[in-house]
């Protein structure tokens, strides 16, 4: 058992879902990511996959990120029975913990980086938008630029 008696995330859903999204979830989104790249090489449809699937990846590690949060809603940081047990019975170090957490500078940062990732799916579904506006307009020219006829 990985946890003391009173102190069992089984009746907590937050804890939950941000254990398996932290346990599960990125290992296997990030394990796809480097077997879609390795494989990716041996394609014949290079072009294809190289723009389709930057911006399902930026959204996917946002959506990710994202719920890592959940952990701040849960008992883990709102009603941690153990902190509450080393408080009251901390004659054994001086430290006090506090009840709740917070975000500290790391959490700061995930929050950014978040929104980095949201923002890049973003600029990459606009890019690729434009790319292919500039292609179906490159593929309406039938006309050669110069002329055989010399």
């Known amino acids: 058992m990985l946890y003391p008696e009173n102190m069992r995330p089984d009746d907590d859903a937050y804890w939950e879902v941000a254990r398996i ?9 990030v394990g796809m990511l480097v ?16 723009r389709g ?7 996917l590690f946002c959506i990710l990120s994202g719920l890592l949060f959940l952990v ?18 901390g004659k ?11 975000l500290g500078t790391g959490g700061i940062l995930v929050a950014i980086a978040t929104a980095l990732w ?3 799916g973003v600029l990459s579904v606009m890019a690729q938008r434009k790319a292919s506006k500039s292609t ?8 050669a630029l110069i002329s055989d006829d010399v």
């Open 136 to 143: 179906e307009a490159n593929e309406a020219l039938t006309e």
């Open 53 to 59: 699937a930057p911006p399902l990846v930026y959204m």
């Open 92 to 102: 054994v170090t001086s430290v006090e913990f506090p009840e709740t957490c917070s």
């Open 35 to 50: 077997f879609a790249c390795c494989t990716a090489c041996c394609s014949k449809e290079l072009d294809t996959l190289h």
């Open 21 to 29: 999204i932290m346990g599960i979830l990125w290992v296997v989104a």
């Open 118 to 120: 949201g923002l890049a």
């Open 72 to 89: 701040l809603d849960s008992n883990l940081c709102k009603n941690n029975r153990l902190v509450q047990s080393l408080n009251v019975d």
